[in-house]
């Protein structure tokens, strides 16, 4: 286990394996072959198309996935997703709804064309954007940086360690509205003080998942506090917290598979802001690279020996 296995570990998965996801003409996602075989086959709400027909004998829709029977304006559009998502889970075909409902959007959340439930995001491959926060304190020995552990309930990662704050970014919501409402809900922390979180930048990655495909960015914040701020957990998805040296969670992400798998990236985004994982380091280079990984239809994954699908984040 490395620093660099983690990078390669978000950002797996084949090309081959996936088909675009198209609605009025515009790529929006990238759908499993395997899924877009299913739909087509249990809705006439989809096509799909294996490659681009001759010409003379094309329909007008290229090879990939296409919802064909997607209503004009955004919430209708996301009304009919919403419906076509229950039924989907109602046949088996995807596993759960989460409630919440997430942009589906070709680039930023601000160009959201409608609405999906974030359950079924990955199934459509679809950009799904999150917000995680490294709470840290300054000691005389040195930096310490407070660590959530996952509740044994969790659906994904019961008991793993996490980011002292960390969350998905549902639509109808502000950047930092939605950053002091994760504070206070999984930390108990006032907005007074989640206010002060600096935004460090952005974090991206691609892979496969067991629902589909993964494209996700993360944008991540530092909040330093003293050290009578003491954080608990105002709902059941963290069962504790923990205040550790900088050291020993350099040492966990380098050595150990305890951290849910995308919180490593945050974790070494931190480590290398800070000047603690520089340029001395043989993957250095590569780390900074691949923290910042493509999201577009021409990405490519940073390990395709070992593409293997891993549990989702959701």
């Not at 094309?58 to 039924?87: K, N, Q, T, V, Y």
């Not at 990955?122 to 954007?129: C, D, L, N, W």
């Not at 206010?195 to 991206?204: D, F, K, M, N, Q």
């Amino acid at each position: 286990m490395s620093f660099i296995d983690h990078i390669n570990a978000c950002n797996r998965w084949h090309p081959a394996d996936f088909v675009p996801f198209v609605v009025d003409g515009e790529r929006l996602g990238s759908v499993r072959r395997t899924f877009a075989a299913e739909l087509a086959d249990v809705t006439r709400d989809f096509v799909f198309r294996t490659q681009d027909l001759e010409p003379g004998l094309s329909d007008g829709l290229s090879a990939g996935l296409h919802w064909i029977s997607a209503p004009a304006g955004f919430d209708a559009r996301g009304d009919a997703m919403l419906a076509l998502c229950r039924e989907l889970q109602r046949q088996g075909l995807v596993s759960h709804l989460h409630g919440e409902r997430y942009p589906v959007t070709p680039g930023h959340r601000d160009q959201a064309r409608f609405l999906i439930d974030r359950a079924c995001a990955p199934y459509f491959g679809v950009r799904a954007f999150g917000q995680h926060l490294n709470g840290f304190v300054r000691r005389r020995d040195g930096l310490y940086l407070w660590v959530a552990r996952r509740s044994a309930s969790r659906r994904v990662y019961p008991n793993h360690l996490d980011n002292m704050v960390a969350g998905g970014l549902p639509w109808g919501i502000g950047l930092r509205e939605n950053l002091c409402k994760e504070c206070f809900e999984e930390a108990s922390m006032p907005a007074s003080i989640a206010e002060r979180a600096l935004p460090v930048g952005a974090i991206s990655y691609c892979r496969d998942s067991d629902r589909g495909l993964k494209p996700d960015v993360i944008y991540c914040y530092d909040l330093e506090l003293d050290e009578h701020f003491k954080p608990h957990c105002n709902d059941d998805e963290v069962a504790g917290f923990h205040l550790w040296p900088v050291a020993k969670i350099m040492a966990l992400v380098a050595e150990t598979s305890e951290f849910k798998l995308n919180c490593n990236l945050v974790i070494i985004d931190f480590l290398i802001r800070h000047g603690l994982l520089g340029p001395e380091h043989p993957d250095y280079l590569d780390l900074v690279q691949g923290l910042r990984s493509p999201l577009a239809a021409d990405a490519r994954p940073a390990d395709p020996v070992c593409a293997s699908a891993t549990p989702d984040f959701t």
